[in-house]
């Protein structure tokens, strides 16, 4: 299960329509609605700040939230849209669904390696180079992994690390079917250093002969 979903704070709209909408946002308010999972849908409003801090974080669209309303039980969301001004590209509405237990939705799993000690690439001061530091997945709302491991036992210089060589956890599929690459071993700086040295030495001897 994920360790953190983030809390996100919104209150209740009143009005509605268009003239209650740009009020809310002359009061540095963003206007927005919760629907789906069975229940009516809540008119809302978050503030500014919150939302565009919470936007320029990035991944929005694809981060599970935990909304908390006043007088209402805190339920897990899912934005499914965000509606911007076209001239200030500033957001003027915003549209979250509701989660059920058993829902699927794509997220972002963070990912983490390890047996870095049992690389012989890495042993031999090879570089670690990571692709994809999360990989997109399609998860059940109510049991959302807090991050992929994945093992660099027996890996050397030159090895890569696909999805294909990953055990996902149950339930959980990647969003890509094409078989990606998340990380590979390549060589330290000194021996591609040394490498090009000894290809530049042989060009020149070839040239002097």
Partial sequence: ?????????????????????RQTRRD???PGIVYGGGEDPVAIKIPFNVLMKRL???????????????????????????QRDVVK?????????RLRRTSKVNLFIPVEFTDENTSP??????VLTVVRPE??????AGDIPEK??????????????????????????????????IASISAPSSLKSSDDSEEDDGESEAEAE
């Avoid at 590209?89 to 669904?97: A, C, E, G, K, N």
């Avoid at 990989?135 to 059940?140: A, G, K, N, R, Y």
């Avoid at 994945?150 to 690390?161: E, Q």
């Avoid at 959980?172 to 078989?179: H, N």
């Fill in 1 to 21: 299960m994920a360790g953190e979903i983030p809390d996100l704070n919104a209150e209740v709209r009143t009005g509605t329509g268009k003239g209650a909408a």
């Fill in 28 to 30: 540095g308010l963003v």
């Fill in 56 to 82: 320029k974080a990035g991944r929005f669209l694809s981060t599970l939230f935990n909304m908390k309303v006043e007088g209402h039980d805190d339920v897990r969301v899912i934005c499914r849209g965000v």
């Fill in 89 to 97: 590209d500033l957001p003027t509405h915003v549209d979250f669904m």
């Fill in 121 to 126: 690439g890495l042993r031999k001061g090879g």
């Fill in 135 to 140: 990989i997109e997945l399609i998860v059940t």
């Fill in 148 to 181: 992929i491991v994945i093992s660099l036992d027996g890996l050397d210089i030159g090895d890569h690390v696909t999805i294909s060589q990953v055990t996902l956890p149950e339930g959980t599929k990647a969003t890509i079917d094409r078989d990606f690459n």
